[in-house]
């Protein structure tokens, strides 16, 4: 199966969330007027897609009805679902992994999916012939390590730890160590999932960020946020409190199969102008891929 097949199987509950109150919202009117895009508004808002950038779809829509002359229900959809992708689509979506050491530093809050979603980028780095070394940086947590070695086996890259309790930041001065040693290309660390005390979270972040800068002087970097879309509208809102502490490059979204709230997706990206460079809508080792914004719209609408 294709990555579009695992999208549309995957995205299947919001896709049927999103295209019954849009074509409900059709089969009420034989004109395109004022009250089918107050109407079109609230089913945008109803599918978790957030008030400012549901307002802000049905304005770029009417000025394009009106300078297009759109009249037909096809015509609008097509110019809704245009939209909706253009908001998806802007700049650094592609991961930049240019030198030969480069660091993913891997964020979030504990349930999202982070090990999984490391297990997976990991699994796909590897088959695009990279070396990789994952450093299990969130000592807090034994289970997190115990998952992250589960995964690093099946996908074959070493996973380098310390004692529960241990500074973060030196496990992952020793990964750098041992990564530069492996002649590794990438490497992945996983990071406590706190943000209820933001202010612990940031100075180990910087402790974090000043060992990588310190010992990968001019290295490609990527700050990835792992965000849970079952989560919907509430995942706006945890991108913003996670962006006053880090600066985030690209958000990972897991879970998106079996939810109807996908839509919250189009409102993440709009409100914190952040791409979206991975997707997972699935279990296997496989579902997860890089974001491509037309075939979202298009598996959803």
């Given at each position: 199966?294709?990555?579009?097949e695992k999208l549309k199987q995957g995205l299947s509950k919001t896709k049927q969330s999103f295209d019954n109150k849009i074509n409900n919202v059709f089969s009420n009117f034989r004109k395109v007027d004022e009250d089918l895009l107050d109407e079109l508004e609230e089913a945008l808002i109803m599918s978790d897609i957030g008030i400012n950038t549901s307002v802000k779809i049905i304005d770029n829509l009417r000025s394009r009805?009106?300078?297009?002359?759109?009249?037909?229900e096809e015509q609008v959809k097509q110019a809704l679902r245009e939209e909706m992708q253009k908001m998806l689509d802007i700049e650094g979506a592609k991961l930049k992994l240019d030198t030969k050491l480069s660091v993913i530093l891997v964020v979030g809050?504990?349930?999202?999916?982070?090990?999984?979603?490391i297990g997976k980028i990991a699994n796909k780095l590897k088959k695009e012939g990279k070396k990789v070394v994952i450093a299990a940086a969130d000592t807090f947590r034994a289970a997190a390590v115990e998952q992250l070695e589960i995964w690093a086996n099946r996908v074959g890259c070493e996973v380098v730890k310390r004692q529960e309790g241990s500074d973060p930041a030196s496990v992952v001065f020793d990964a750098i160590k041992k990564s530069k040693e492996?002649?590794?290309d990438v490497l992945i660390c996983d990071t406590a999932g706190r943000l209820h005390n933001k202010k612990y979270l940031m100075d180990e972040l910087a402790k974090i960020n000043r060992i990588i800068d310190r010992e990968l002087a001019g290295c490609s970097k990527e700050t990835l946020l792992v965000i849970d879309g079952?989560?919907?509208?509430?995942a706006i809102s945890q991108v913003k409190a996670f962006k006053e502490t880090v600066d985030i490059t690209g958000i990972i979204l897991t879970k998106l199969d079996g939810t109807a709230k996908g839509g919250a997706v189009i409102g993440i990206v709009e409100e914190n102008k952040i791409p979206i460079k991975f997707i997972g809508v699935g279990e296997q080792i496989d579902d997860m891929e890089e974001f491509k914004p037309e075939e979202y719209v298009k598996a959803i609408i």
């Open positions: 199966m294709g990555f579009f009805i009106k300078k297009e002359k759109l009249e037909d809050v504990n349930g999202v999916g982070k090990t999984t979603s492996q002649n590794a079952t989560t919907g509208q509430n």
